[in-house]
């Protein structure tokens, strides 16, 4: 058959035009995406071992989807009860969706899994899911251990789905595997084949593959070694990795696991996020080559701590439908953007919608606009600066799909918490120097109290704070601990005419002391710990907490410590060292936890202690009085300085220091709490999720400290 010259331009045109509508129907289909969906768990108790959803606009501000709450129950798709580290992926239809869990409760172990479970759905509401046991699945499995954190990514050449996963087999280091689903993506087509060989044959999991440009990058953690992330690079998919380098590309020296690497819908890049198990957060950072990565964490809101989770671009059409499912209106008016507001402060009362914002010193709350992060398929009215000096502001929150809802808003100035974030701790310090006042707490939100550093804040007024940055950093500038900087202390001395600081610091549960010639540093440590073992006769505790003293009928400086026991020692005249012979211990009640604090008064000197466990509700702060720096100490039968305060949502009041302003009788006490409103929410973990207060403390006519009530409102601004 012959095609004549019309004929071929016409079939030409068809061809084109074809090829044109699929290509834009193709660029229109991704710049349709509009939002993120976030697909995470939030811990390693089993309740917590379940996955939940939370959607984005700008795949930087994240809202928890259905209160917070899984979105599927691990006990109705798992064999153990549990699961872990999901991996969501849109498939090639563009329509479905995949998602890969591990099958898992890790109270039965590290290695007690043997199963991960497969789901597909077409809404992303509605999921099906199958267990696929690979010991049970495949013969010659007998040594499994493990099988960990599976994903899955379409194969454009095979035209299948591969998940990959790291499985450990007996006393081998755990290797990343893969196999394809089959059509139904119930079970694994075939028994699964080693993907990635690591050239030192160490351990490997948690892989995390994006193609880009035709090259595949896997992403994998270095389970047995520096537990970091490092990229290996392949021009095949299901094979042929080699190390982009030997370098980590996490941007942080802190552990961290579960990469998750996902295309910004806007085109300016990648993100690679990762979990810093250890250090109770998440890291996000930015990439356009996926070689080198920025930090972008400033930009970064959630409102729940996920773990290990992965990310994937949606449609307006698909986040309406979340939106419908399981939005919420106090989620996106617990999510207000302006500057003014105390973003960890936020009270949400769903009971009688109404939402409390904490906004800080100087804020115009006559015309002031909360400006309302929105999220997709929601709009808020009104959008305008309202007052909010005379009654609550009504706001509309309308869901796309659910009924508008109408909810109360109040601003109001508080003072407390005076740091912004996360810090316990504190001690305060007035400078001669500078004529400021500073603050020095522990860097605290860390898990298990595991922050590194430490910082230090500085005022005028005692309301309105600056952030002097980081003093000490224990991973760069002390070389005799590396871990626990905790509950510093501070004293201003002048030596040979010139102000010196004096700063004592807990590391490894040693301590420390680093000098200064201006309160804000920099600090240099001396180079070894100045206290690193008990007491003579002191079993038990810990040598944390130090109290710096100096007492002024005599100019003697004298350093505190002891958790479980109160220690005490004078100080050299260097400041750096201790009179050994002076060493004591100084009885006191039962009470008597850590975090001395000592003061003097009209010829009494006070001491100050911390009762029970930072981590309880009951934390508190009692006192004695000596006629010594050194003991002993009169304990009154009511002794008690501050405590929690439930009408006020307000508990774990204690670790506290005291201010006295110069020249007056005029005093204050500075203490940490649990993080308001949440703290009180969240278990053991409030213990070290803490912020720093300042409130008045007064005497009464024959010296015995009044207790002082905590409070939100904190104190006026000292002239």
Same mark, same amino acid.
């Given at each position: 058959?012959?095609?004549?010259?019309? *004929?071929?331009?016409?079939?030409?045109?068809?061809?084109?035009?074809?090829?044109?509508?699929?290509?834009?129907?193709?660029?229109?289909?991704?710049?349709?995406?509009?939002?993120?969906?976030?697909?995470?768990f939030?811990?390693?108790?089993?309740?917590?071992e *379940?996955?939940?959803?939370?959607?984005?606009?700008?795949?930087?501000?994240?809202?928890?989807?259905?209160?917070?709450?899984?979105?599927?129950?691990?006990?109705?798709?798992?064999?153990?009860?549990?699961?872990?580290?999901?991996?969501?992926?849109?498939?090639?239809?563009?329509?479905?969706?995949?998602?890969?869990?591990?099958?898992?409760?890790?109270?039965?172990?590290w290695?007690?899994?043997?199963?991960?479970?497969?789901?597909?759905?077409?809404?992303?509401?509605?999921?099906?899911?199958?267990?696929?046991?690979?010991?049970?699945?495949?013969?010659?499995?007998?040594?499994?251990?493990?099988?960990?954190?599976?994903?899955?990514?379409?194969?454009?050449?095979?035209?299948?789905?591969?998940?990959?996963?790291?499985?450990?087999?007996?006393? *081998?280091?755990?290797?990343?595997?893969?196999?394809?689903?089959?059509?139904?993506?119930?079970?694994?087509e075939?028994?699964?084949?080693?993907?990635?060989?690591?050239?030192?044959?160490?351990?490997?999991?948690?892989?995390?593959?994006?193609?880009?440009?035709?090259?595949?990058?896997?992403f994998?953690?270095?389970e047995?070694?520096?537990p970091?992330?490092?990229?290996?690079?392949?021009?095949?998919?299901?094979?042929?990795?080699?190390?982009q380098?030997?370098?980590?590309?996490?941007?942080?020296?802190?552990?961290?696991?579960?990469?998750?690497?996902?295309?910004?819908?806007?085109?300016?890049?990648?993100?690679?996020?990762?979990?810093?198990?250890?250090?109770?957060?998440?890291?996000?950072?930015?990439?356009?080559d996926?070689?080198?990565?920025?930090?972008?964490?400033?930009?970064?809101?959630m409102?729940?701590?996920?773990?290990?989770?992965?990310?994937?671009?949606?449609?307006?059409?698909?986040?309406?439908?979340?939106m419908?499912?399981?939005?919420?209106?106090?989620?996106?008016?617990?999510?207000?953007?302006?500057?003014?507001?105390?973003?960890?402060?936020?009270?949400?009362d769903?009971?009688?919608?109404?939402?409390?914002?904490?906004?800080?010193?100087?804020?115009?709350?006559?015309?002031?606009?909360?400006?309302?992060?929105?999220?997709?398929?929601?709009?808020?009215?009104?959008?305008?600066? *309202?007052?909010?000096?005379?009654?609550?502001?009504?706001?509309?929150?309308?869901?796309?799909?659910?009924?508008p809802?109408?909810?109360?808003?109040?601003?109001?100035?508080?003072?407390?918490?005076?740091?912004?974030?996360?810090?316990?701790?504190?001690?305060?310090?007035?400078?001669?120097?500078?004529?400021?006042?500073?603050?020095?707490?522990?860097?605290?939100?860390?898990?298990?109290?595991?922050g590194?550093?430490?910082?230090?804040f500085?005022?005028?007024?005692?309301v309105?704070?600056?952030?002097?940055?980081?003093?000490?950093?224990?991973?760069?500038?002390?070389?005799?601990?590396?871990?626990?900087?905790?509950?510093?202390?501070?004293?201003?001395?002048?030596?040979?005419?010139?102000?010196?600081?004096?700063?004592?610091?807990?590391?490894?549960?040693?301590?420390?002391?680093?000098?200064?010639?201006?309160?804000?540093?920099?600090?240099?440590?001396?180079?070894?710990?100045?206290?690193?073992?008990?007491?003579?006769?002191?079993?038990?505790?810990?040598?944390?907490?130090?109290?710096?003293?100096?007492?002024?009928? =005599?100019?003697?400086?004298?350093?505190?410590?002891?958790?479980?026991?109160?220690?005490v020692?004078?100080?050299?005249?260097?400041?750096?060292?201790?009179?050994?012979?002076?060493?004591?211990?100084?009885?006191?009640?039962?009470?008597?936890?850590?975090?001395?604090?000592?003061?003097?008064?009209?010829?009494?000197?006070?001491?100050?202690?911390?009762e029970?466990?930072?981590?309880?509700?009951?934390?508190?702060?009692?006192y004695?009085?000596?006629?010594?720096? =050194?003991?002993?100490?009169?304990?009154?039968?009511?002794?008690?300085?501050?405590?929690?305060?439930?009408?006020?949502?307000?508990?774990?009041?204690?670790?506290?220091?005291?201010?006295?302003?110069?020249?007056?009788?005029?005093?204050?006490?500075?203490?940490?709490?649990?993080?308001y409103?949440k703290?009180?929410?969240?278990?053991?973990?409030?213990?070290?999720?803490?912020?720093?207060?300042?409130?008045?403390?007064?005497?009464?006519?024959?010296?015995?400290?009044?207790?002082?009530?905590?409070?939100?409102?904190?104190?006026?601004?000292?002239?």
């Amino acid at each position: 058959m012959t095609v004549n010259h019309k *004929q071929g331009l016409f079939l030409l045109f068809i061809a084109v035009s074809s090829f044109v509508t699929a290509q834009t129907k193709k660029a229109t289909f991704k710049e349709n995406y509009t939002a993120y969906l976030f697909a995470y768990f939030t811990g390693n108790a089993k309740a917590e071992e *379940q996955i939940c959803f939370a959607i984005s606009k700008d795949g930087y501000n994240y809202r928890a989807l259905n209160s917070g709450k899984p979105v599927v129950q691990s006990a109705a798709i798992s064999e153990t009860g549990g699961v872990r580290d999901p991996h969501i992926l849109r498939g090639a239809d563009g329509k479905t969706f995949y998602m890969v869990v591990t099958d898992m409760v890790s109270a039965n172990g590290w290695s007690s899994n043997r199963a991960m479970v497969l789901l597909k759905s077409t809404d992303l509401i509605n999921w099906t899911s199958s267990v696929v046991n690979i010991q049970k699945r495949f013969a010659g499995q007998d040594s499994l251990l493990r099988v960990w954190a599976p994903q899955t990514i379409y194969d454009a050449a095979a035209k299948k789905y591969m998940i990959y996963f790291s499985m450990k087999h007996g006393n *081998q280091p755990d290797k990343i595997y893969y196999a394809y689903a089959n059509k139904d993506f119930t079970d694994l087509e075939a028994e699964p084949k080693q993907l990635f060989y690591s050239p030192d044959n160490a351990a490997c999991i948690d892989g995390d593959i994006a193609e880009k440009d035709g090259k595949y990058y896997l992403f994998f953690k270095t389970e047995d070694r520096h537990p970091g992330i490092k990229i290996a690079i392949s021009d095949k998919l299901t094979g042929g990795y080699q190390m982009q380098s030997h370098d980590y590309v996490q941007q942080t020296k802190s552990p961290v696991e579960g990469a998750g690497t996902f295309k910004l819908n806007d085109g300016s890049g990648y993100i690679l996020m990762y979990d810093m198990y250890t250090s109770g957060k998440y890291q996000f950072t930015k990439t356009k080559d996926l070689k080198t990565f920025t930090v972008v964490d400033e930009e970064v809101s959630m409102n729940f701590h996920p773990r290990h989770g992965t990310v994937m671009p949606i449609t307006a059409a698909e986040a309406e439908r979340l939106m419908k499912k399981w939005g919420a209106a106090e989620d996106v008016l617990g999510n207000a953007t302006s500057k003014q507001i105390k973003k960890i402060n936020t009270r949400i009362d769903t009971l009688n919608k109404t939402v409390y914002l904490s906004v800080k010193p100087g804020t115009n709350l006559k015309a002031f606009n909360p400006a309302f992060r929105l999220l997709p398929a929601t709009t808020v009215l009104p959008v305008t600066p *309202q007052n909010f000096t005379r009654a609550a502001v009504k706001y509309v929150v309308n869901i796309k799909g659910q009924q508008p809802q109408t909810w109360n808003v109040i601003a109001k100035e508080n003072h407390n918490p005076v740091l912004e974030g996360y810090f316990a701790d504190p001690d305060v310090l007035y400078s001669e120097k500078t004529k400021k006042y500073y603050v020095y707490p522990t860097s605290d939100g860390f898990n298990g109290w595991s922050g590194t550093y430490f910082k230090a804040f500085s005022s005028a007024d005692l309301v309105d704070w600056k952030d002097e940055g980081v003093i000490i950093d224990l991973l760069k500038d002390v070389s005799w601990a590396k871990r626990n900087a905790w509950a510093p202390c501070i004293i201003e001395k002048k030596v040979n005419g010139q102000y010196k600081y004096f700063y004592y610091f807990t590391a490894a549960q040693k301590i420390g002391v680093a000098v200064a010639d201006d309160p804000a540093g920099p600090f240099t440590d001396m180079g070894k710990a100045l206290i690193d073992k008990k007491p003579e006769g002191v079993r038990g505790g810990q040598e944390i907490d130090p109290e710096v003293f100096t007492d002024p009928q =005599t100019g003697k400086s004298y350093l505190y410590w002891g958790n479980g026991y109160m220690a005490v020692a004078e100080l050299n005249e260097d400041m750096i060292s201790l009179k050994q012979e002076t060493l004591s211990t100084i009885k006191v009640d039962r009470t008597f936890r850590e975090g001395t604090t000592v003061f003097f008064r009209n010829g009494i000197y006070y001491f100050l202690w911390s009762e029970d466990d930072t981590r309880s509700e009951n934390y508190r702060v009692r006192y004695g009085t000596s006629n010594s720096p =050194t003991g002993p100490i009169t304990i009154a039968e009511n002794n008690l300085v501050i405590a929690k305060d439930p009408a006020a949502g307000i508990y774990g009041t204690g670790h506290n220091s005291v201010l006295q302003i110069p020249g007056t009788d005029e005093w204050y006490i500075v203490y940490h709490r649990f993080n308001y409103p949440k703290g009180i929410t969240m278990g053991d973990a409030a213990g070290f999720n803490r912020e720093v207060c300042i409130d008045k403390m007064e005497f009464n006519p024959d010296g015995s400290i009044k207790r002082v009530i905590p409070t939100h409102k904190g104190v006026q601004p000292i002239k």
